[in-house]
């Protein structure tokens, strides 16, 4: 069983900046960021396999958010530039215990694991 804990939540205006971290107890390979706004349903935003170099993005985020992770910390990040509004939510980390170095995961069924959650609000 791996735990996952997520860090680097906040409140940010709109144009800002945040850093989220993710801490994995042990090793992962797909390791993703999916977002829960209020009354809609979590949907996908960055994954990354243990390659470190395999990524995908949703379309929402794409040019302002990168992921990335460092294996020997079990630790993924996702830096969050030119935040909007529409990027308030709880930002969940995920990880998949699939063994396989350079797939990545866009699909919350594809994870075995998940934090418990960090608030991102982004004022206007």
């Known amino acids: 069983q791996v735990q996952l804990v997520e860090s680097g939540g906040g409140l940010v205006q709109a144009g800002g900046s945040l850093r989220l971290s993710c801490a994995a107890s042990g090793r992962t390979f797909s390791m993703g960021w999916f977002r829960q706004a209020p009354g809609k349903e979590r949907e996908f935003v960055a994954a990354?396999?243990?390659?470190?170099?395999?990524?995908k993005y949703a379309d929402s985020v794409k040019g302002r958010f990168a992921i990335s992770r460092d294996n020997a910390k079990n630790t993924v990040y996702l830096q969050m530039n030119s935040l909007k509004p529409e990027d308030t939510a709880v930002y969940y980390c995920?990880?998949?215990?699939?063994?396989?170095?350079?797939?990545?995961?866009?699909?919350?069924?594809?994870?075995?694991?998940w934090g418990q959650g960090t608030q991102v609000t982004v004022s206007s």
């Open positions: 995920a990880a998949s215990s699939e063994a396989n170095y350079y797939r990545v995961f866009s699909n919350e069924y594809e994870y075995d694991y």
């Open positions: 990354v396999a243990r390659s470190g170099s395999d990524t």
